[in-house]
T-cell receptor
């Protein structure tokens, strides 16, 4: 089955530590996205990547970093500079954004808790 | 600027009741419109979409019509079930080419009681 996997489902870290969230897709999609979801705030875009080895900041990129070395993978690192990292993180992908109606497909999410 | 406004929740209904969740938008041009659903503890799933004015998207008994004159894309279902309890997000696509992105509403929580 094609889809997007995120691991782990739950992640716990101590304040001051960097942590990397995994996102893998086998849909052969060109573009990938990271969102953060907080209660009552909807989805906020962190970073996105249209092609391998290229990515752009979204609306709330401060304190986060990403890489896109392979088409299938788009890991997100939450650094110690992120002031309020506890949240639900969602990875998504889409076909070439220049084509079609542009729906995005989502993974199951990772809930990160930093104490 | 571009924006999406959804009715505030939570919405609480009894099983078999009629559902409407309002969504209005502000955008230039002709965006595509989407409804996504998020079940507790899960990611979002695309529920339905419409790409041009007067299009009706439908899936699993849910419907929404792209109304350009009222800039709306209200979600409806004739008879809800307990299993429809979830958060529903309205979204629109803006931009062109590689600058396209989705603008999200804040979500509307629906609880259906047996």
């Amino acid at each position: 089955d094609g889809g997007i996997t995120q691991s782990p489902k739950y992640l716990f870290r101590k304040e001051g530590q960097n942590v990397t969230l995994s996102c893998e897709q086998n849909l052969n999609h060109d573009a990938m996205y990271w969102y953060r979801q907080d209660p009552g705030q909807g989805l906020r875009l962190i970073y996105y990547s249209q092609i391998v080895n290229d990515f752009q900041k979204g609306d709330i990129a401060e304190g986060y970093s990403v890489s896109r070395e392979k088409k299938e993978s788009f890991p997100l690192t939450v650094t110690s500079a992120q002031k309020n990292p506890t949240a639900f993180y969602l990875c998504a992908s889409s076909i070439d954004p220049g084509q079609g109606p542009y729906e995005q497909y989502f993974g199951p999410g990772t809930r990160l808790t930093v104490t | 600027g571009n924006s999406v406004t959804q009715m505030e929740g939570p919405v609480t209904l009894s099983e078999e009741a009629f559902l409407t969740i309002n969504c209005t938008y502000t955008a230039t041009g002709y965006p595509s419109l989407f409804w996504y659903v998020q079940y507790p503890g899960e990611g979002l799933q695309l529920l339905l979409k419409a790409t041009k004015a007067d299009d009706k998207g439908s899936n699993k008994g849910f419907e929404a019509t792209y109304r350009k004159e009222t800039t709306s894309f209200h979600l409806e279902k004739g008879s809800v079930q307990v299993s429809d309890s979830a958060v529903y997000f309205c979204a629109l696509s803006v931009g062109a080419g590689n600058n396209r992105k989705l603008i999200w509403g804040l979500g509307t929580s629906l609880a259906v009681n047996p």
